[in-house]
């Protein structure tokens, strides 16, 4: 694995496992600070544009589609949090809350979005973390 993958794996692993961690400990929180931000357009327009740059960054730096599980969950990341980023820049407000809460069933939910985070983060931390060691 090459050191930028290592170096992104162990990065979003531990972000999305701490992200993870404070949604189990504020499920209400997590909820109503959802619900708030798709209702308000001008902060979901500012999230999107830094959500853009940082998916860009990733997409740009580590665009690799072979090379095992983790380069490509690397990558498979950067371009998903691009294409959200899109949506929320291009969508209105009533599109995004439509796709990404009520469409998802957000609340109903949560817990298990909650724990797909936790587990890729996981997965990431643990493979970054592992290949440094080698």
Known sequence: MSSRTTFLSKLIGLYLILIALSMFTHKQASVDTMTALVHNPPLLYVIGVIAVVAGLAMVLGHNV????????LVTLTGWL??????????????????????????????????????????????????AAEQ
């Open 65 to 72: 589609w072979s090379g095992g599980l983790f380069p490509l």
């Open 81 to 130: 949090v691009l294409i959200k980023a899109m949506l929320l820049l291009f969508l209105p407000a009533e599109a995004v809350y439509g796709l990404l809460l009520a469409g998802t069933r957000f609340e109903q939910l949560f817990y298990l979005y909650s724990a797909v985070v936790l587990v890729l983060g996981i997965c990431l931390a643990y493979g970054g973390f592992r």
